[in-house]
């Protein structure tokens, strides 16, 4: 298996307001230090760089962050930065990316990566990614990484695992028999004891063709699409093709346009920790210890509360239920068992035309 | 009792860190926009100009704070901002106002009032303070404003008044019997509950000469002090004689040194609004309704919240129990309950040579 044939490419489009004010619209929770204190993203580039180079690393995200993006990330080649004209969900994203690859090596395996996730423990992932680009070259289909369970979550995405078909890289290799959604606790509960389900991690590998094909079985208008986005590349450059065709590409997830649709899905089943960082209290978990810090803060009997400081000193006394987040321009506020309301604020704060603090 | 010998001292001198983050070393208390969006400073000089005037009008503050000062107070002349090279208490501060008034106007009544204290009636106040001179110029002695109590305060120091000797401008003249130091809970609801007992408010009015004889009589080392400042000053300038002689006068309280030991202290009874402005919760008493909200402030279902910024946004949500004080330096967040424990964290902060935040 030379490593010439192997890509990573790394999403980080993503925007979002959970982690307000810290994220912001030109500062996505991606380019936050929540991986002690550097960047998801950087960490996320540092996890595949020995496994796949610093050339056949991309970064594909959005042009409000792009600037940013590439700032973050001083070791990889600007032109491995892509930017999509307007966000199109995760199937375009990955779509882009595989017709771009077929033309120069159409047997290459692409893994793919959230730019947003927390995986302490690189070795282990590096592991089970080599196992999961090695499944995907030897039965030609579609791979996703599954994550043992150590908690009813009710916030992520879960798989059940079909008969097990194999072993790669000393992991089991299973055939999904399905997907389920974000479920309610009962169902939840339910699973982590039935002990075949696991979560939905949102990594996969697959050669450049299994995705190409899939696509063209499941999402032929998104597959019409990037052919004449191709085409138009090839005529009049790629920045007058994307912005052209990308925005009348499908809106739609990579999980429910293809992986949820596809006859076969294989998975391999890890079990080190991970965390796509929803909120606050992701963050917590994953720290193994009530509460968190970062940045610059003062806690005096506060030991549960989550503080995160981009700037101004948190000195917090007396409040260990709480999540304090300080920037120079904006500080929430509210208890941990609130905390989801901050997009209601946010909602608040756009209605009230407050872009400044957007 | 013509105006041309009315004088208002203002003690601009204080400083303190119960309003940190807000309060800083060269930003105390007075300087706070805590009456209204303005200063309570300037709040306290707009009270006392129309009495006396802008001549007269003399305010006494410390080097680390004088230009600020001066430029919160645009319309006074500069040289009526007086400046102490070191604090040396109120005492010093009253006595060298009134050594310096004996060379221009020894029959001069000086009005005496702290700049940080918060009293929205200033039409009461002017009323009182007016009285209070009459009162002063009549009897020859020393005067003060006694605040009818609304609540059994523990923060405050009482007097108690013996018998009414007369009235003085629709308020009733009364001999001060006793002093009482902040007194225990039980003992303050009794005080409250016999009618007999005011607040003791640090708003006094004498003449110079009355002023005068009871620091040569109770503070005799303060008199010698000030008379070798004064003969330095007249020889040398009074900046060097300052510098020379104020640091050696000794440092007590006008209350303790003087108001207590006097055989005879007359006090108005005044029924108006009144705060030392204390703390957050003195603040919040005196609006009359639960919560503060001083600044850029969103606030959902946090009612009851103190909440002050002087900078970023403060965003509050489901937290009506807390205070929240917000600067571009720094974010204190404590249950209203325990605000006092502010204290201790500025002296962890000064232990841990938080200089930049202090």
């Not at 299994?210 to 699409?225: D, F, K, T, W």
């Amino acid at each position: 298996m030379p490593s010439s044939e192997l890509y990573a490419v790394i999403m980080a489009g993503g925007s979002g307001t959970r982690f307000w004010p810290l994220s912001r619209h030109r500062r996505p929770k991606q380019l936050l230090p929540l991986a002690g204190g550097r960047s998801l993203l950087a960490a996320t580039v540092d996890r595949v760089l020995p496994l796949v180079g610093v050339g056949r690393t991309l970064v594909v995200t959005g042009e409000a962050v792009a600037d940013a993006v590439r700032a973050e990330l001083p070791s990889l080649p600007p032109e491995n930065v892509l930017v999509e004209p307007v966000g199109r969900d995760t199937a375009a994203c990955v779509g882009w990316m595989a017709w771009r690859l077929a033309e120069r090596d159409p047997d290459a395996v692409m893994l793919v990566l959230p730019a947003d996730h927390a995986i302490p423990d690189a070795d282990a992932l590096a592991r089970a990614l080599m196992a999961a680009a090695e499944t995907a070259r030897l039965r030609g289909g579609l791979v996703t990484l599954g994550v043992r369970p150590t908690r009813p979550e009710t916030g992520y995405g879960y798989l059940e695992m079909g008969g097990r078909v194999g072993e790669a890289g000393g992991l089991a290799v299973h055939r999904v028999s399905r997907f389920v959604e974000k479920p309610p606790r009962e169902r939840a509960e339910a699973m982590v004891e039935a002990g075949t389900f696991l979560w939905n991690a949102g990594m996969f590998a697959w050669t450049v063709g299994a995705i190409q094909g899939a696509i063209r079985s499941h999402l032929p208008e998104l597959a019409a699409g990037l052919d004449r986005l191709r085409a138009a590349s090839a005529e009049s450059g790629e920045d007058t093709a994307l912005r052209r065709y990308y925005p009348s590409l499908p809106g739609i997830s990579i999980d429910f346009g293809v992986m949820e649709r596809a006859p076969v899905v294989w998975v391999l089943a890890v079990d080190f920790a991970w965390s796509d960082v929803g909120s606050w209290r992701g963050m917590e978990e994953l720290s193994g210890h009530g509460g968190v810090r970062i940045g610059d803060v003062l806690s005096v009997d506060s030991q549960g509360a989550i503080l995160v400081s981009d700037g101004p000193l948190i000195a917090a006394v007396g409040v260990p239920d709480v999540v304090v987040v300080a920037t120079p321009e904006a500080v929430l506020v509210v208890p941990k068992e609130q905390a989801q309301r901050v997009k209601e604020l946010v909602e608040s704060l756009r209605a009230a035309g407050r872009t400044d603090v957007l």
